[in-house]
């Protein structure tokens, strides 16, 4: 660990107890009203929720969730779906593959778990799409574990408030995970308190672009404000998305979901053609001008197409390509 870091570590132990008070104090009035964290919650709606926050904000998961919830309240609801299903119902939330992986989640969950999702760290690590954060953090608000979560958020909060730094790296180090795990409460109800409020602090308050500094129950404490809130030594990275693959990527899903019948490969990737919406449900139709309106070169059309059956977000037949089944 840097001497930086060793620092840091020391003076998080030390102050410590002040900062859970403070923040989870802050948290007790502040928090959003989120229907994951409701006392009525339940592990799937959590682990829903999970997956569909990876790089996703709350406004535009919440109309999602609840949607998803209604349908498929259990995991065994899920499970009984294709996923091509599960990708339809994810909408635009991005990053579709994290329906397919949910849904194989749910298949495992109810094959070898008796439909519950488990309670046990390594079980819900071994599950499909569940990676170290997740695992953590279903084990965290689902079932009040005492567990390790770093975000985003979290690595913000910790890098300005206890290391002075505007901004963490880019990426999660060895280090910020020691320092989390330093600044842990020993207390399991305190702990799961403190990681959803700290969370919630990074959301709302020390965010990445205007931190409401004089809104933070630490500033006092903030070692970055004490510096003088010295601007980040790596400016983040803007990601752009107009003319990207990833945006063609998203119209060509758009129309496969807004469609029940396949749609013939020549009609999403090549010119535009007069017949190509006979049959087709108005929304489809709407979705199939949007894609052409993107004037997007036939070769990354035809390059975001193989993409997405690659990664089994689509099928291609003899009838023309689809949502799996």
């Not at 053609?273 to 894609?291: C, F, I, S, V």
Request: glycine share 8%.
């Amino acid at each position: 660990m840097s001497s930086l870091h060793t620092a840091a570590s020391t003076r998080a132990t030390a102050a410590a107890p002040d900062l859970h008070r403070a923040v989870t104090d802050w948290y007790d009035a502040a928090a959003r009203d989120l229907p994951w964290r409701h006392p009525s919650r339940t592990p799937w709606g959590v682990m829903v929720s999970e997956f569909m926050l990876q790089q996703t904000p709350v406004a535009r998961v919440l109309p999602v969730w609840r949607t998803w919830m209604q349908r498929w309240p259990r995991p065994a609801n899920l499970a009984a779906e294709s996923p091509g299903e599960a990708v339809r119902a994810w909408g635009r939330l991005g990053y579709p593959r994290r329906a397919l992986r949910l849904h194989a989640a749910a298949v495992e969950i109810t094959e070898r778990h008796g439909g519950r999702v488990p309670a046990a760290h390594g079980a819900l690590l071994a599950l499909p799409g569940v990676g170290a954060y997740t695992a953590a953090a279903i084990a965290v608000f689902a079932f009040g574990d005492r567990q390790t979560v770093v975000d985003t958020n979290i690595r913000r909060v910790q890098a300005r408030v206890v290391t002075g730094r505007a901004l963490p790296a880019r990426s999660l180090t060895a280090a910020e995970l020691r320092l989390a795990e330093d600044l842990m409460p020993s207390d399991d109800a305190l702990a799961v308190r403190w990681n959803q409020a700290v969370m919630e602090l990074g959301a709302l308050v020390c965010t990445a672009r205007s931190p409401r500094c004089g809104q933070c129950p630490v500033r006092d404490a903030c070692a970055w404000v004490a510096a003088g809130r010295p601007e980040p030594t790596e400016a983040p990275r803007a990601q752009r998305w107009h003319g990207t693959d990833r945006q063609v990527r998203g119209a060509v899903m758009a129309v496969l979901r807004a469609g029940s019948a396949p749609v013939p490969a020549r009609h999403l990737t090549g010119p535009v053609d007069q017949a190509a919406g006979a049959g087709m449900p108005p929304e489809a139709l709407r979705a199939l001008d949007a894609l052409h309106g993107l004037d997007a070169p036939e070769e990354q059309r035809r390059r975001a197409l193989d993409g997405l059956v690659r990664d089994g977000l689509a099928v291609s037949g003899p009838a023309g390509v689809s949502l799996p089944g």
